[in-house]
């Protein structure tokens, strides 16, 4: 079968790009791979469209300050 990609043809393929790259380096490579797979992915389908969705801000206890309200603060002291 023609055009047909085997057993055997794959492990001589992770055999000559473990010589070339590297053990370190080809998990390295595989998870890029996947994340950009994934990411063209969700463009297509038009999932994880962050830009659109309102981000939630942390509050904090103390209530914001302004310029002139430290500069009031600091004429006082």
């Given at each position: 079968m023609?055009?047909?990609i085997g057993l055997p043809e794959l492990i001589v393929?992770?055999?000559v790009l473990l010589?070339?790259?590297g053990p370190k380096r080809?998990?390295?490579m595989g998870r890029s791979l996947g994340k950009g797979m994934?990411?063209?992915k969700d463009s297509?389908?038009?999932?994880?469209?962050d830009d659109d969705e309102p981000v939630a801000?942390?509050?904090s206890s103390e209530p914001p300050t302004t310029v002139a309200a430290s500069a009031r603060e600091?004429?006082?002291v």
């Amino acid at each position: 079968m023609p055009g047909w990609i085997g057993l055997p043809e794959l492990i001589v393929l992770l055999v000559v790009l473990l010589l070339i790259f590297g053990p370190k380096r080809l998990p390295e490579m595989g998870r890029s791979l996947g994340k950009g797979m994934r990411e063209f992915k969700d463009s297509i389908t038009g999932k994880g469209g962050d830009d659109d969705e309102p981000v939630a801000l942390p509050r904090s206890s103390e209530p914001p300050t302004t310029v002139a309200a430290s500069a009031r603060e600091h004429d006082t002291v």
